[in-house]
């Protein structure tokens, strides 16, 4: 099903300079003032007055470097992490606003692959891709300064089955614990405190195809993605929790494109964006917001960013306007990026 017309979107979008030109895939929003945002080449940005000014603070000697998820506390705290197989997945932690960055984590298993981490506090946990069948899980009890491989909580995997990192999203804490999403051989959720896996009906494909991202939505979870290769195919679903059987997903009808990124406005509102635009869903429509291209998306409290290729990013806000003022604010559509 195709979102309807941006012409009265939800949300305010406002473009920003981040004084870059890399690929930003990660984004962390702490407040209405303060967010971070990691990309390509060791790159890590901050802001301080809502996005008027990003600040380089990057990764020294970190230039070789993919910074795809960037897990902000507030403005001096914040971890990165880097993908890539063997070394080049890593974890660097700041405590004075990127001034120094001290290595948390270096993986030292070439067949290993971190993709995300979530945070509930000083609490953590990193979803990796599989090693020896099953997926890789370490957790942090102090904010990201140590990390620990907890194998019992790496779930096993289905054939050809992954994690895809595209945008630091593919973990998420939730009010029932952590879970992840997967894809490739087969799209699932993993609640990693239970250890209960569930096939979600939505698209999969060796190796671009399954779910990318997974968002809070009040007690449950909205689920996105589709092809990477084929930025056109996008699929999501909602998922809810119950105490005697886990969780249980329903399809939704397809946003207008692949989406990487998903955050949500507490149950009412949520987005998703990904190289094709940004789509917002109220209860189980979609509406298209922008056709302007993003890879991330994060929300705190009702201010949230965006950012994407080429050093993108944008401010999101949630639109006071009535609809017939709104239409003349809506933003305007760029050609979208290519992954």
Sequence with gaps: MAAASASNPPVRVEAQDSGVTVRLRGISAVDANIAWASGREGTVLRTLDGGKHWTKVSVPDAKDLDFRDIEAFDAKTAVVLSIGPG?????????????HWTLALKNDDERAFFDC???DGKQGWMWGDPVDGAFQVRTTL????????DKKLGSGM????AAFAASGTCIAHTRHGAV?????????LHDLGSGIVAFVDMPHRVPGGGIFSVAPRGDGLLLVGGDFEHDAQGSAALATFDTLHGWSTDPLPDPRGYRSGAACFGEALCLAVGPTGVDALRGKQWTAVSDTGYDAVDIAGKVGWMSGDKGRIAR??????????????SPQASPPSKP
């Design 316 to 329: 999101i806000t949630l639109s006071l306007l009535p609809p017939q003022a709104s239409s003349s604010k």
């Design 180 to 188: 992840a999403v997967s894809g490739g051989g087969a799209s699932r």
């Design 87 to 99: 070394a080049a997945s890593r974890v660097y932690r700041t405590e004075d606003g990127g001034k």
């Design 117 to 119: 981490m979530a945070f």
């Design 142 to 149: 102090d904010g990201g300064r140590t990390w620990t491989f």
């Design 158 to 161: 289905w054939k050809d089955e």
